[in-house]
T-cell receptor
Framework: DVKVTQSSRYLVKRTGEKVFLECVQD?????MFWYRQDPGLGLRLIYF???????EKGDIPEGYSVSREKKERFSLILESASTNQTSMYLC?????????????FGPGTRLTVT | AQSVTQPDIHITVSEGASLELRCNYS??????LFWYVQSPGQGLQLLLK??????LVQGIKGFEAEFKRSQSSFNLRKPSVHWSDAAEYFC??????????FGTGTSLTVIP
């Protein structure tokens, strides 16, 4: 059974803190993605990675960075958290490109920045 | 640029009633179309997808969707809704060029 896990379901951080969100998939997928989900805006792509150490900016990369040192793990980094980064963060993976393949999602991390 | 519109932010239906969730897209060629469902506190799960061929697509949990090129629509339907169908539903459009967009979602409430 395919599985994408995220390190935390809920996270509370202070403004200015460095925040790491971790995502692990056990499907040997090449491609991994980070989205943020906000009411009324749907899901917006932050970054994606199509191989180890490779990354591409999505639609809203500002204020975020990513790291992919191993195929199964994709980390989202908030260098200096701000209140406008309070959101639900979803990780996903596929065995193909972004546009044409089923994405498998983790349960999400609800981040609150105070 | 592609776009996906889900015109209904929230829909309420009675258990046992039929359901139709609307999705319109803007895209130059034939896109890849998806419907995902997000149950409370969960990630998204694929309900069904359309790539080519038969325009009526069957999915999991008794859902189906119909691709209508002339209307640029991909509406999701279910003949009889169950209380467990209460969730958020997302339509999405993509292509082989790594372009992919979600709609803003439709929240479904099911009343007994």
């Amino acid at each position: 059974d395919v599985k994408v896990t995220q390190s935390s379901r809920y996270l509370v951080k202070r403004t200015g803190e460095k925040v790491f969100l971790e995502c692990v998939q056990d499907m040997d997928h090449e491609n991994m993605f980070w989205y943020r989900q906000d009411p009324g805006l749907g899901l917006r792509l932050i970054y994606f990675s199509y191989d180890v150490k490779m990354k591409e900016k999505g639609d809203i990369p500002e204020g975020y960075s990513v790291s992919r040192e191993k195929k199964e793990r994709f980390s989202l980094i908030l260098e200096s958290a701000s209140t406008n980064q309070t959101s639900m963060y979803l990780c996903a993976s596929t065995n193909g490109g972004l546009g044409a393949y089923e994405q498998y999602f983790g349960p999400g991390t609800r981040l609150t920045v105070t | 640029a592609q776009s996906v519109t889900q015109p209904d932010i929230h829909i309420t239906v009675s258990e046992g009633a039929s359901l139709e969730l609307r999705c319109n897209y803007s895209y130059g060629a034939t896109p890849y179309l998806f419907w995902y469902v997000q149950s409370p506190g969960q990630g998204l799960q694929l309900l069904l997808k359309y790539f080519s061929g038969d325009t009526l697509v069957q999915g999991i949990k008794g859902f189906e969707a119909e691709f209508k090129r002339s209307q640029s629509s991909f509406n999701l339907r279910k003949p009889s809704v169950h209380w467990s169908d209460a969730a958020e539903y997302f339509c999405a459009v993509g292509d082989t060029g790594n372009q992919f967009y979600f709609g803003t979602g439709t929240s479904l409430t099911v009343i007994p």
